[in-house]
T-cell receptor, first 109, second 116 residues
């Protein structure tokens, strides 16, 4: 079983749609969780951290369910510029980032 | 925000040659840098953790004699792929952890290596 699993997609949605991604992790001792965004042939960029209480940043909402060991990302009012691969990231040990394979999002006009 | 650079951004080399990739933190000091590899349509995989002034820590399955890491200063880590083979072709990305803000890692733009 992979340490961090994501549905690879692609998710094809029209502009303005709401889309949600899920991610599951295997290490119950993991303490920190993030969503990164990666554009084609570019480095990943931090989108947002994920907290147990849930957190929101504009159109993006992240949630963590420790009991079920899953993390979610909700994007509202999708924009064309949201098209990218979204990476679920878990920190294990001392700052070791473990990446999921990513979920690809395609937003069309 | 903090900036991490990598050089070169892309490289094509012949099989059997060695390739050196540099990772620099431009406006902060990084006692720890990380080297990742990403094959097409796969996730980033941590190869090794590079600590300034000491030996790198390699992840399981990564050959330390093939992937030489040197972290001689607080702003520079290098990864040398020795005797490169076509299967080493990949996207190599480094990240650097700000010594004053250890919760945050900043990624370099990556180096695309193609071995013919």
């Amino acid at each position: 079983r992979k340490e961090v699993e994501q549905d690879p997609g692609p998710f094809n949605v029209p502009e303005g749609a709401t889309v949600a991604f899920n991610c599951t992790y295997s290490n119950s001792a993991s303490q920190s969780f993030f969503w990164y965004r990666q554009d084609c042939r570019k480095e990943p960029k931090l989108l947002m951290s994920v907290y147990s209480s849930g957190n929101e940043d504009g159109r993006f909402t992240a949630q963590l369910n420790r009991a079920s060991q899953y993390i979610s990302l909700l994007i509202r009012d999708s924009k064309l510029s949201d098209s990218a691969t979204y990476l679920c990231v878990v920190i294990e040990g001392f700052q070791k980032l473990v990446f999921g394979t990513g979920t690809r999002l395609l937003v069309s006009p | 925000g903090a900036v991490v650079s990598q050089h070169p951004s892309w490289v094509i080399c012949k099989s059997g040659t060695s390739v050196k990739i540099e990772c620099r933190s431009l406006d902060f000091q990084a006692t720890t840098m990380f080297w990742y590899r990403q094959f097409p349509k796969q996730s980033l995989m941590l190869m090794a953790t590079s600590n300034e002034g000491s030996k790198a820590t390699y992840e399981q399955g990564v050959e330390k004699d093939k992937f030489l890491i040197n972290h001689a200063s607080l702003t520079l880590s290098t990864l040398t792929v020795t005797s490169a083979h076509p299967e080493d072709s990949s996207f190599y990305i480094c990240s650097a952890r700000d010594s004053t803000n250890t919760d945050t890692q900043y990624f370099g733009p990556g180096t695309r290596l193609t071995v013919l």
